[in-house]
């Protein structure tokens, strides 16, 4: 297959929740056959990036769900209280130009207390079984605080693997950036949480999307998903109502995550032939 009809994976952010679902979405799509090919293209944010990484590593779909079900001890969830939030979202309030929200993000980032980047990197550890990057094509998003730009880490840059996926795992108020090669990252998530219009090529794209919230300039999925070729076949999975109804109202609330990722099983078993679809063509006609 051409490198550019190759498909594509984007696996969006949504916290510890947004990794349950994915990985139980993933498995019910390999129990009917569909599965992520060894040449495709793997494009992971925050929580997308550990599935990514997870994925791309070779460790089975099998073991991870099983991870998953009983349930993730190694988790901290994030001191991220309501005033923090409100910050994050007014950093990107009535702001145009992407990476202006983004320095404003970084800012926020740099101010906080959290100052222990060794953190993000032992629970990167503790979640990816492979600590090094394969042959797979695995793009991981960052972005930089202080110039606000978008970073892709990938196997040819030179940066560990538990490093890029901490960077992008660096929630800003709640994880001290991660420095990689001088420049510090945070959460590719203030970017967008699914960065969908980074797909390269013109070949399908199956986008798993734990988390629709959009607040930045340029973080609405519709508009990303315009910004790709209008006769690529795009299909975007969120969450069914079952998937909603398991996973409450917190994306960082590990009790949910047995019966979160059991629903994004029975929702990838539902999703497989839609999947199966776009990825047998190359193009909608």
């Not at 007014?90 to 992407?98: G, H």
Request: hydrophobic share 45%; aromatic share 4%; with cysteine.
């Amino acid at each position: 297959m051409a490198d550019d009809a190759r498909p594509v994976w984007v696996l969006g952010g949504g916290g510890v929740v947004g990794i349950a679902w994915e990985v139980g979405v993933l498995t019910g799509l390999a129990d009917e056959g569909v599965t992520v090919a060894p040449d495709a293209v793997v494009i992971g944010t925050s929580a997308g990036a550990v599935v990514g990484a997870q994925v791309a590593g070779g460790t089975p779909l099998s073991e991870l769900y099983e991870r998953q079900r009983h349930g993730v001890t190694h988790e901290t969830a994030p001191a991220l209280g309501f005033l923090a939030l409100l910050r994050l979202a007014r950093a990107q309030l009535f702001v145009r130009d992407p990476e202006q929200a983004a320095r404003r993000l970084g800012r926020l980032a740099l101010s906080s207390r959290i100052d222990d980047p060794s953190r993000q990197r032992r629970i990167a550890e503790a979640r990816l079984p492979d600590h090094t990057w394969t042959d797979a094509d695995l793009r991981i998003t960052a972005v930089d605080v202080e110039s606000g730009a978008l970073r892709v880490f990938t196997r040819g840059d030179g940066a560990p693997l538990l490093d890029a996926v901490a960077a992008s795992c660096a929630m800003p108020q709640s994880a001290a950036p991660v420095t990689i090669g001088g420049r510090r990252y945070m959460d590719g998530g203030m970017r967008s949480a699914l960065n969908l219009d980074l797909a390269p090529g013109d070949g399908p794209v199956i986008a798993l999307a734990p988390s629709t919230a959009a607040i930045g300039p340029w973080a609405r999925i519709e508009r990303q998903r315009a910004a790709l070729d209008a006769r690529r076949r795009v299909e975007l999975l969120t969450r069914d109502p079952a998937s909603k109804r398991a996973q409450g109202t917190s994306v960082m609330d590990r009790s949910v995550v047995p019966a979160l990722v059991a629903a994004g099983r029975d929702q990838g078993r539902h999703e497989a032939p839609r999947v199966a679809a776009a990825l047998a063509t190359t193009s909608n006609p």
